[in-house]
């Protein structure tokens, strides 16, 4: 699985709130209307100029905080085709792979720039950037968690190995 974008640049200990302000949660409940907020704390204008594909290259503990899903819903609806972190809390680690959103580890993050074009090979842990023509080596995902993130999600995942899709 393979995606192209340009990037998005964030720091370190980036909670949910941040991701997906919290005063929408009971408010905003479509998928297409939470994109519209995604990182709007951290950049209000991430949502009008994300495109379908780009990449959120961030520092230490992406996703801290609380464990809503509506903070990895915004950012796939928004068109996000992967996160890449030096490091993510563990939940949301989870949601993302549970909601179909690519992620990676990535200790040098620091060398990838806003603005650059990035490409991402999940299945060998490769982040190329294309702006730069460096290459990274993150830790590829296990088999398992591919089969997950390609089929879409847990629920559409399941779906397909009981034969119910």
């Known amino acids: ?5 340009r990037v998005w640049r964030f720091g370190d200990d980036v909670n949910t709130d ?7 949660t009971y408010t905003v409940t479509e998928p297409e209307d939470m994109a519209k907020h995604a990182m709007e704390d951290a950049d209000p204008e991430f949502a009008k100029g994300v495109q379908e594909g780009d990449v959120i290259v961030a520092g230490r503990n992406f996703g801290c905080g609380s464990s809503r899903e509506q903070a990895v ?3 796939k609806y928004a068109g996000v085709g992967a996160i890449i972190a030096k490091s993510f809390a563990r939940i949301y680690f989870r949601n993302c792979i549970n909601q179909g959103l690519p992620i990676l580890s990535l200790p040098e993050v620091d060398e990838i720039q806003p ?10 842990g490769l982040v190329r ?5 460096k290459e990274y080596r993150a ?9 997950i993130i390609t089929a ?3 629920i559409p995942s399941l779906k397909k190995k009981l034969g119910t899709e």
């Open 1 to 5: 699985m393979k995606v192209k974008g």
């Open 18 to 24: 941040v991701i997906f302000p919290g005063k929408y």
């Open 73 to 75: 819903t915004a950012p």
């Open 115 to 124: 603005g650059d074009e990035v490409e991402v090979v999940l299945e060998e």
């Open 129 to 133: 950037d294309l702006t730069t023509g």
């Open 139 to 147: 830790k590829p995902l296990p088999p398992f968690i591919m089969d």
């Open 152 to 154: 879409g999600g847990l």
